[in-house]
């Protein structure tokens, strides 16, 4: 797999597809399922006109919360022994360009801005030194998070498992080191949050054979990684991204 090739899905009509990004903001339709290869790419063309969906439909969204020390400390909470696991549902997905629905049986929704790991080859038991093996590649995700129902509730299920708080794209970015890569959360074109991968308590490695020790870790499946220090609320009609470099501009 050539280094840095980055995948999205599309909708065109009742038509779904998945596509190559070029730089130049062209797309080049493949056929087939990235986890399981697909044949070679079409003539280039202009996106403008097709919907971006979001490019994993995965059978479920396993979160890590409090993995970034300097985010522990503005929630003023200790750091966990093991890595902290929460579910997100897949209802809860949301793709490019699409609006994060603000509940009213919340005062105050936050972002969360994470990078996210899309599974490729089922991980069962996986030990930690062959668990990048399993990984397809890389994503951006945003962990949205009603914050004064997750004080109420102390679990995470109500607080982040709404319709749209699970947004997820633009591509699967594969053939990148995650360890390099900077995650980034902007607000209105102000920037929020921006904290290396490397900074991660548990890294991707670490989090993937430790959950597929718990759970069966199926291609398309989405391990969001944990959000970095800066996390702070939206208001209606506030445009978020989480960028990546590397993998794009995941906006909402």
Known sequence: MPAALRVARFA????FFHALLAEDGLVREVEGDPAAGFGPPGPPHDPRGLAWLTPCVPSKIVCVGRNYAAHIAELRQDAPMEPLLFLKPPS????????IVLPRESRRVD???ELGIVIGRAARRVPEERALEHVLGYTCVNDVTARDLQEIDVQFTRSKGFDTFAPLGP?????????????ETWVNGS??????VSRMIFGPARLISYI???MTLLPGDV????????????????????VIEGIGRLTN
């Not at 065109?12 to 038509?15: E, L, Q």
């Not at 591509?171 to 995650?183: D, K, S, T």
């Not at 969001?224 to 209606?236: A, F, H, I, K, R």
């Open 171 to 183: 591509c699967i970015a594969m053939g990148i080191e995650p360890e390099r890569l900077v995650v």
């Open 191 to 196: 920037r929020r949050q921006s904290a290396p």
């Open 12 to 15: 065109d009509g009742a038509r």
């Open 92 to 99: 809860a997905l949301l793709p490019p360009g699409a609006a």
């Open 111 to 113: 972002y969360e801005g």
């Open 212 to 214: 597929s020790n718990v």
């Open 223 to 242: 391990i969001s990684t944990g959000t970095p220090e800066g996390v702070g609320p939206l208001c209606p009609g506030d445009e978020v991204s989480v």
